[in-house]
């Protein structure tokens, strides 16, 4: 049987994710899932839940929005913007583009969630004050490499 409406099921619960809901994640994942994203690599339901609980002590009005979806045999493969305001702070609206991997379980269970994205792109240059350093440090790079 397909694990399309595993899928499917897990993009919406991304796409309406509260506050007040970030429990109903567990129902998504297996109890020993990995997840791995830039800034955190963990396993089990309580440690993927607390991501997202701290997520929502981070920044303010945060929102996903899945741009595509593939999946092949038990893989699938979303690509995804997250959207959020940085906590009390005024300013733009800022948006992350990236993507995940996902693996399910016979179960239609997902047991392996691994996020792709660029951090310094995608957040730190976009910070005010070390935005423009991201930016400084990553022409001197592209420099380099065009010089070589």
Not at 74 to 98: H, Q, S, T, Y
Request: glycine share 6%; with cysteine.
């Amino acid at each position: 049987m397909s694990h399309r409406p595993a899928l499917d099921h897990l993009i919406r619960s991304f796409e309406t994710l509260s506050q007040d809901h970030v429990g109903a994640l567990a129902d998504l994942y297996s109890a020993d899932a990995y997840f791995k994203d830039p800034f955190n690599e963990v396993r089990g339901h309580d440690a993927i839940i607390s991501i997202f609980k701290h997520m929502y002590q981070q920044v303010d009005a945060p929102r996903f929005k899945i741009k595509q979806s593939a999946l092949e045999g038990d893989d699938a493969f979303i690509v995804w913007e997250f959207c959020f305001r940085m906590k009390n702070r005024k300013g733009p609206e800022l948006c992350i583009r990236g993507s995940s991997h996902l693996h399910f379980t016979p179960g239609h269970m997902a047991d392996y969630h691994r996020d792709y994205w660029d951090s310094a792109e995608e957040l730190y240059e976009k910070i005010p004050g070390l935005g423009w350093l991201m930016r400084l440090l990553r022409r001197g790079v592209q420099y380099r490499e065009s010089a070589r």
